[in-house]
């Protein structure tokens, strides 16, 4: 099952690709900062786990910049497929520093294995299926990923302070949110409106990280 969509206006694609560059220029920002405080403040975990959660980051709004930038028909559904794909891998190194940092206990690389096996399974599926429309099974899957969360909830918010936590869960309301407008297609812009609700949950995941596995709060 999949949702049918319309082909992007000019505008709206001019939209779509102004949304992520905004989104790279802020993960490489993001990136330096989090990896230089960490040299100062933290340890190599830290800075390995960080630098994973930036190069997701910059991987996901680069490969939604150049799908949205590209004319080429042919090279618009490959770069279609490496959007999506990215999008598992933005949530699984969203995940990292947490497990790997704040909680790091056998329960989190549980978590861990689990979050980066599914990305790898998204990632099968999305090579493998056909290019056309948006796949149910491939938002479900999203969303399964971002809320597996709650598993370690209780774990984890003892772990990271209330700061964390209110950015932690308005990153997660941000993304799921935007999911509507993902999925409503037909409605002008909604796509752009997506990238914005996608740049601030990753806003505020990039908070929640820093508030809690560098400079503690």
Same mark, same amino acid.
């Given at each position: 099952?999949?949702?049918?969509?319309?082909?992007? +206006?000019?505008?709206?694609? @001019?939209?779509?690709? @102004?949304?992520? %560059? &905004?989104?790279?220029? $802020?993960?490489?920002?993001?990136?330096?900062?989090?990896?230089?405080?960490?040299? $100062? !403040?933290?340890? =190599?975990?830290?800075?390995?786990?960080?630098?994973?959660?930036?190069?997701?980051?910059?991987?996901? $709004? +680069?490969?939604?910049?150049?799908?949205?930038?590209?004319?080429?028909?042919?090279?618009?559904?490959?770069?279609?497929?490496?959007?999506?794909?990215?999008?598992? !891998?933005?949530?699984?190194? =969203? !995940?990292?520093?947490?497990?790997? &940092?704040?909680?790091?206990?056998?329960?989190?690389?549980?978590?861990?294995? @689990?979050?980066?096996?599914?990305?790898?399974?998204? +990632?099968?599926?999305?090579?493998?299926?056909?290019?056309?429309? +948006?796949?149910?099974?491939?938002?479900?899957?999203?969303?399964?990923?971002?809320?597996?969360?709650?598993?370690?909830?209780?774990?984890?918010?003892?772990? %990271?302070?209330?700061?964390?936590?209110?950015?932690?869960?308005?990153?997660?309301?941000?993304?799921?949110?935007?999911?509507?407008? !993902?999925?409503?297609?037909?409605?002008?812009?909604?796509?752009? @409106?997506?990238?914005?609700? &996608?740049?601030?949950?990753?806003?505020?995941?990039? $908070?929640?990280?820093?508030?809690?596995?560098?400079?503690? &709060?």
């Amino acid at each position: 099952m999949q949702t049918q969509c319309r082909p992007y +206006t000019i505008k709206e694609e @001019i939209c779509n690709t @102004i949304t992520h %560059i &905004v989104g790279m220029l $802020f993960s490489v920002c993001a990136l330096c900062v989090l990896v230089i405080l960490s040299c $100062f !403040y933290a340890d =190599s975990w830290s800075i390995v786990s960080c630098s994973i959660f930036g190069a997701s980051m910059f991987g996901v $709004f +680069t490969a939604s910049t150049l799908y949205h930038a590209v004319q080429s028909q042919r090279t618009k559904s490959m770069l279609k497929k490496l959007d999506h794909i990215a999008i598992y !891998y933005l949530i699984a190194g =969203s !995940y990292t520093p947490f497990m790997l &940092v704040a909680m790091r206990s056998s329960l989190s690389w549980w978590i861990f294995g @689990i979050i980066w096996g599914l990305a790898l399974i998204g +990632t099968l599926l999305k090579i493998f299926s056909k290019p056309s429309g +948006t796949k149910i099974w491939s938002i479900g899957l999203y969303l399964i990923m971002g809320w597996l969360v709650v598993v370690v909830s209780g774990k984890l918010f003892t772990t %990271i302070s209330a700061t964390s936590i209110i950015f932690l869960v308005l990153g997660g309301l941000f993304y799921s949110g935007g999911v509507i407008f !993902y999925i409503k297609k037909n409605l002008m812009y909604s796509h752009a @409106i997506w990238h914005v609700f &996608v740049l601030l949950g990753t806003v505020m995941h990039f $908070f929640a990280i820093l508030f809690s596995c560098v400079v503690k &709060v």
